[in-house]
C-alpha cells in the first residue's frame, strides 16, 4: 500500500549517541516532514524538504539533521543524543489535495518512539 | 502569527452520548482546516478536512465539523460516541503549499469513553 513508512518503531539511545531514523514515501511527493510529539505539546515541526537536495528548518531543529538526496527517502539524524530528545517523531508527507488552491492532506508514517537515557 | 487552540486537554464521555471538541484557530489568511485522529501507538489518520464551501463538513466514522469564520472555530462534533472513539484528537490549521511550514497543531484533546 502507498504510505510513509518508518523505521525503527522504538529505540532506547544513551546520552551522547547517534542514530539515524529512517523515512521513506513511495507516493513521488515533494514535500515531506519531521515532527515531534510530546505530551501536551501537540506536533512540532523539526525539518521539512521541498524537494531532493532542499531542506529547511522547522520549529525545533536544534539537535537534529536531515538529508533528502532522493524523493523517496528523508532520514532525520541525531548526533549527540539528550534526554530532551525523548519524544516520538512522526514523518509526514502532503498529498494533493483537489481543491484548486491546492491545499495539501498530511499522510503520517506510524512514529517512531525514542527514548534517551 | 498563526496557531491553533484546543481548550479541552482530556474529555471523558459515556457512550452512545454526543461530544464536541472544540478547535479555535488564528490565521491571517483563508484557513485550511483538518481533524486528525490518533489511536495509542498509532499514526494520525485525517478524519475531515475544510477548504471551503459548506461550512458543515462530513468525515469518517460518523464525526462532522463546523466551520465559524466569525468565531475562528472549527469544532468537531459526532452524535453518539462509541467506545472505539477513544483516542486522542488534533486540530490543524494549513496553509498553501508556497508556504514552507503548511501546518499547525494544537496540543490535542485525550477522549476517554466510558460504558
Known sequence: NAGVTQTPKFRILKIGQSMTLQCTQDMNHNYMYWYRQDPGMGLKLIYYSVGAGITDKGEVPNGYNVSRSTTEDFPLRLELAAPSQTSVYFCATPSKGRHLGGANVLTFGAGSRLTVL | ?115
Open chain 2, 1 to 115: 502569527a498563526q496557531s491553533v487552540t484546543q481548550p479541552d486537554i482530556h474529555i471523558t464521555v459515556s457512550e452512545g452520548a454526543s461530544l464536541e471538541l472544540r478547535c479555535n484557530y488564528s490565521y491571517g489568511a483563508t484557513p485550511y482546516l483538518f481533524w486528525y485522529v490518533q489511536s495509542p501507538g498509532q499514526g494520525l489518520q485525517l478524519l475531515l478536512k475544510y477548504f471551503s464551501g459548506d461550512t458543515l463538513v462530513q468525515g469518517i466514522k460518523g464525526f462532522e465539523a463546523e466551520f465559524k469564520r466569525s468565531q475562528s472555530s472549527f469544532n468537531l462534533r459526532k452524535p453518539s460516541v462509541h467506545w472505539s472513539d477513544a483516542a486522542e484528537y488534533f486540530c490543524a490549521v494549513g496553509a498553501l503549499p508556497a508556504t514552507g511550514n503548511q501546518f499547525y497543531f494544537g496540543t490535542g484533546t485525550s477522549l476517554t469513553v466510558i460504558p
